[in-house]
Every structure is written in C-alpha cells, then in structure tokens.
C-alpha cells in the first residue's frame, strides 16, 4: 500500500488566500507548480509547520489537526530553500551535523558518511560558508536537510538561485536522493523544464487553488491547464522504452506504447526508459495515413480526445496515443480536417526533446 | 596638589557602577529587544516609546522622578526600605537601578535592529533542524549577533560612564558609594583644583577613545553575516 501524505490548509491574508485539500502519494517526486503569488511558498510553509492551518497527516500520523499540532522542530520534515540558508558561522561540516545532532539516535538513518557520498560533499567539510559556490551550498543545504533523516523533504525553488549550468549539477542529486534513499519529495516551482526530469506527481496551483493534481503524463498534456503550464512547455511528457539502437543512421527506436518513435542515438541500455517531451506545435496532425513518403519519421495513429477553446488563430487539440499527447494547430486546418471527438488521426512528431534522466 | 592627591576611589566606583549596570542590562534587554523586534503586538509602539524616553528626557527630569521612587516614601524606595532598613536613594544600589533605565535605549536599540535584521529564517531553519526555540537561539541567533551584542555593551557602558545628572539627583555625591567620576570632575572644578580635573577628564576621555578604537577595529574583523 502506498503511502499518503494528506494535506488540507486554509490561509487567509489580506489579498492573498489559499484552500487545498490533496492526497499526495508520500513517495517520488511530486512538483508544486504555478505563478509566483499562487500560493506555492504558503503551502510549503504549511505543510512544514511554518505556519499553524489545517489538517495535515503523513503516512499515517497526524501532524496537525483541530487538537494536535506537532511543532516544526519535532515533524521529521526537511526543508530546502531558494537560498541556501546556511548558518554562516558555522563550517560545511558543522553545518551538515546541526540537524543530524538534533535527530533522536533511534531516528537517524542516514549519516555524514553516505550524505558525503551521494552529494560529493566529502571535501568541501572543512570549509567556510562563504567559500562555497552557489550550486555547493544547495548541496550542502541539501545534505544538512537529509541528515535529519527526514520522513519528507521539502523544496521551495532550490535551484531558482542558479545559473544553467549549476542546475544541471544539481538535479541528479535530487533524483539520487529520491531513488537511493527513498525519501519522499516535494517540490515547488515555477520553472517547469528545470523539473521535468524529476516529476512523478504533478500538482498545479492558481490563486491558492489546486487546478489539478495527478501522474505528470495525465495532467502536463490537459489542454485546460496551457495557460498555467506556460506555452514554452505546453504538451506531453512520455515515458518511453530503448528498443535498439541503430548505428548505421544514428538513431535510438524507441517503444511508446507499442508505437515506434525514433530520436537522435541516446547513450541508454536497451531496455531502459527514456522519458521524452513532445511540444505541442510540434505535432501536426492529417486525417489520413500517410500514402508514399514524407520526411517525419515520427508518426503516431493516435485519437482526438478534446478539442480546446478557440484563442486567437490556434487551438489545442488534446490526443490520446494510450497517453495524452498535445497538438496546437491553426483554426482553419481544424476546420479543414473536420476534427472531432473519437476520430482517428496520425500525428506528425516533427521534434522530439529528450528529458535526460541518466545519471 | 599632584598625583597623590588624586583619590582613584570615585575611578573604581564608576567602573564598577557601568559594568553592572552593561550586565544588568544585557540580561534584561536581551528579552525585550528580542520581543520588540518580533511581536506583531499594538502595546510595541508604546513600549519602544517609553524604551527611548532617557533620550530625550533631561536627565534632571528623569533623576527627579527616579529619586521620589525610590525615596523612603516612594514605590520602589518604600518597600525596600520595609524590608533592608533604608531606601535606594542615594545608595550605590539606587544608582544601579537609575542607570539601568538611563541607558535602557543604548542597549536595547541595537540588539532590536540586530534581531530584526537577522529576522525570522535563521530561527525557522533551525526548527526545521529540529532545534527548539532556546536551542535556536543560542546556537544560531546569539552567535550571528555578536556585533549587535558588541556595539549594545560599549554603548552602554560609555553612556553610563558618562552620566552626570542622574548620578547627582538620585546618588548624591557620597565618596565610596555614590561619587563617580563625572561628579569628582564636577567637585574638583568647583573648588578650582583643574589638574586634577585635568587628570579625570583627560583619563576618560583616553579610555573612550581607546575603547570605541577597539570596537571599531573588531567590529571591521568580526564577518558581516547576510542572510
């Protein structure tokens, strides 16, 4: 049975309120998304204790309702913020023990020992905050947070500080702590290509209100939710399987579905899953199957599902390939092809963005 | 007139009057200072007002008041005189307790802004380390306050050096229990003996200098802490 985090705040500030009520799996990854303003801090500050609301209960214990409400330093809830938040006068050493040191002796599972191994923190210990690069103190933030052996871990846009390149430093350290030491993880942000590759659950919030809660697959391609999720990253995300690699073109077949895809070579086992990004206004879509030859090698028989609301001069068409997959196409191809609900269509995938999960 | 004749007495005294009076006030504004900076409460405004009353106030006012309350018949001075034999006034004790509210501000205003500018994070991060609040605040707070705590104790204890006509109203001019320097000075000018008002004028202003050069120069050593 898989674990639950369940979860019901009301917050009401002046111009600002928030009113939720989620039943989250207390396992993966789930990503908080929405605007800044939407609530995304409020609800993380909630769920740590940081602020007194609600009901909240975790994995079978209750952590605050009418009569209970177990304070911040006695939850067992780790947090991650935007800046690292690192106590300056301490050392990287002895900032990574502070929580471990609290931490009742029968609670502590995880130690100095493995948290060095898994962030690469074993020679940064002896050294001051302040001789730290910015993506070595969210690590060593990230570290501290894990030593208290936390039964979750919270995030509150670790990486947002960062620039490009210290993202991609960081990101497979999250998944590391996710997979290796299975702590459940939430994480809140606005920016979604920085989380792509780690969301398994996804949770969507506008103006204090969940929109939509789910497995990233089914909520990232709801049409309904285009304007919160951005246009930039408007479609599907897929999990796919490496069926062959094929040297001799430089491609990776990949399995979707039973359906073929075929990317750029990846440097993945057979095997393995590769999860893909499919942007909307890459897909085209033709109500026949294609007769002769065409230079897309990527074509899925898929259905329409839901036709969105006209704006403007495009409109998104919600499809269904055994997953939700996403199309945005002008008003009049839609009036050309005379698309409905259930019809059979062929997707032309002219671009397929590979969410890289190695590590 | 020379060296001998200047009675180290009232130096002593006043030594000992600002010293206790920093550690009296350290203690007891360490709580209000962290209240202040913390509370969402309508009594803060009114509390910080009367904190920064001896600013303004003559200290003649301020000495006035103090001495009735502390006199035999006062609310303070009644009391204590029910239960030791005699009241504050004009005791080393009823000094202590006047500069203690005389430089209450010069205390207290500098550990508030040093609260509020290290703010509610460092505290929520430890609690989520799992550090109770009195944890916190020894092992995060006061650390990342040691300028705050270093410019409240010297400010303290110069203004209590310095004070003057508190000292007078409520104290007196008692040699060995209430003459401070400041009053010595003011005897020694009386009765024109200016070398050795020269002496204890000279002496005190050294020893601020080389205090306040000392503060400064750890102040510029000691890590300014952002968070």
Same mark, same amino acid.
């Given at each position: 049975m898989t674990e639950l985090l369940k979860a019901a705040f009301k917050v009401d500030y002046p111009g600002f309120k928030l009113d939720i009520d989620l039943q989250l799996p207390a396992s993966g990854i789930t990503v908080v998304f929405g605007p800044s303003g939407s609530g995304k801090t409020t609800l993380l500050r909630c769920l740590a204790g940081l602020e007194k609301s609600?009901?909240?209960?975790?994995?079978? &214990?209750?952590?605050q309702d009418e009569n209970i409400s177990i304070p911040v330093n006695l939850r067992a809830i780790g947090m991650v913020f935007q800046e690292s938040r690192l106590f300056p006068h301490l050392k990287v050493r002895e900032n990574l023990l502070y929580g471990y040191k609290r931490t009742p002796l029968n609670s502590r599972r995880l130690h100095l020992e493995d948290i060095g191994r898994v962030l690469s923190l074993e020679k940064l210990q002896e050294r001051s905050i302040d001789k730290l690069s910015g993506g070595e103190k969210q690590r060593v933030a990230l570290g501290r947070a894990l030593l208290t052996s936390p039964k979750l871990l919270l995030m509150d846009e670790p990486l947002a500080a960062l620039d490009a390149q210290r993202k991609t430093e960081i990101i497979p350290f999250i998944r590391k702590v996710e997979k290796e030491l299975s702590i459940p993880i939430i994480y809140v942000t606005h920016s979604m290509s920085e989380v792509l590759q780690l969301v398994d659950t996804m949770v969507i919030l506008?103006?204090?209100?969940?929109?939509?809660?789910?497995?990233?697959?089914?909520v990232f391609s709801d049409i309904q939710l285009r304007e919160s999720i951005g246009d930039e990253h408007s479609g599907a995300v897929l999990n796919t399987r490496v069926l062959e690699?094929?040297?001799?073109?430089?491609?990776?077949?990949?399995d979707f579905m039973g &359906?073929?895809?075929?990317?750029?070579?990846?440097?993945?086992?057979?095997?393995?899953?590769?999860?893909?990004?499919i942007h909307s206004k890459d897909v085209s879509l033709a109500t026949q199957p294609p007769e002769g030859l065409t230079s897309v090698l990527n074509i899925l028989k898929t259905k329409v599902k839901k036709i969105g609301e006209n704006i403007g001069y495009s409109v998104d068409i919600e499809l269904d390939a055994g997953r939700p997959l996403l199309a945005t196409i002008t008003r009049k191809s839609l009036s050309n092809l005379n698309l409905r609900p259930g019809q059979s269509v062929y997707a032309y995938i002219k671009a397929i963005r590979m969410v890289n999960e190695k590590l | 007139m020379g060296v001998s004749s200047l009675d180290v007495g009232p130096i002593w005294l006043t030594l000992q009057l600002a010293g206790i009076t920093v550690m009296i006030l350290l203690t007891l504004g360490t709580p209000i200072a962290w209240w202040l900076a913390h509370t969402n409460s309508k009594m803060r405004v009114g509390i910080e007002a009367v904190v920064a009353l001896p600013l303004v106030l003559p200290p003649t006012v301020l000495g006035f008041y103090l001495l009735i309350l502390l006199?035999?018949?006062?609310?303070?001075? *009644? #009391?204590?005189?029910?239960?030791?034999?005699? #009241?504050?006034?004009f005791t080393f004790s009823g000094l202590l307790f006047a500069s203690t509210l005389y430089s209450l501000p010069f205390v207290v205003q500098p550990l508030q802004s040093n609260f509020e500018s290290i703010g509610n994070t460092p505290l929520e991060t430890a609690a989520s380390l799992g550090a109770s609040r009195w944890d916190a605040f020894f092992s995060v707070i006061l650390p990342l306050s040691r300028r705050g705590y270093l410019t409240a104790t010297v400010l303290g204890f110069a203004h209590t050096l310095g004070?003057? *006509?508190?000292?007078?109203m409520v104290g007196g001019n008692i040699p060995g229990k209430t003459k401070v320097i400041s009053i010595e000075i003011y005897d020694r000018v009386e009765v024109m003996e200016y070398t050795q008002a020269h002496m204890l004028s000279a002496g005190l202003l050294l020893f601020s200098f080389l205090v306040l050069l000392l503060v400064y120069s750890i102040n510029k050593k000691l890590p300014v802490h952002v968070s």
């Open positions: 609600g009901k909240m209960e975790l994995a079978g &214990q209750v952590l506008k103006d204090g209100k969940v929109v939509k809660y789910g497995p990233v697959g089914k690699h094929d040297t001799s073109y430089g491609i990776t077949r990949l &359906q073929e895809l075929s990317v750029p070579i990846q440097d993945i086992s057979p095997g393995q899953v590769l999860r893909v990004h | 006199g035999p018949n006062g609310w303070v001075g *009644g #009391p204590i005189q029910a239960i030791i034999g005699s #009241p504050l006034s004070e003057f *006509g508190v000292v007078l």
